[in-house]
Nanobody, 124 residues
Framework: QVQLVESGGGLVQVGDSLRLSCAAS????????MGWFRQAPGSEREFVAA????????YYADSVKGRFTISRDNAKKTVYLQMNTLKPEDTAVYYC?????????????????WGQGTQVTVSS
């Protein structure tokens, strides 16, 4: 069982940067692939980025490629999402997710555990 708690969201201006963190409980964090998803008002939840359980293999949605970076620190049981050059369309609730299969996935089905979400608002 893994519990995930996101933090780091907030209100920023266009072009600003923000780093989200997701702290995990449980002893098997290093065995999980981790992902970030987001959901804007009136929209479905969408994939943002994911990182494998080992070797640091990453994958990004086209909309954030080159601006966002996902990373993990298994010793701290934490996954991060560094978001640069933020745009108004990045405004959403961001969710952290953990997948026990250990492989990167871009859909909800690949993940077993979810955080409660953290709001990111980019103001123009």
């Amino acid at each position: 069982q893994v519990q995930l708690v996101e933090s780091g969201g907030g209100l920023v201006q266009v072009g600003d940067s923000l780093r989200l963190s997701c702290a995990a409980s449980g002893r098997t964090f290093s065995a999980y692939a981790m992902g970030w998803f987001r959901q804007a008002p009136g929209s479905e939840r969408e994939f943002v980025a994911a990182i494998s359980r080992s070797f640091g293999i990453t994958y990004y949605a086209d909309s954030v490629k080159g601006r966002f970076t996902i990373s993990r620190d298994n010793a701290k049981k934490t996954v991060y999402l560094q978001m640069n050059t933020l745009k108004p369309e990045d405004t959403a609730v961001y969710y952290c997710a953990g997948g026990s299969k250990g492989v990167i996935g871009t859909t909800d089905r690949a993940y077993d555990y979810w955080g409660q979400g953290t709001q990111v608002t980019v103001s123009s």
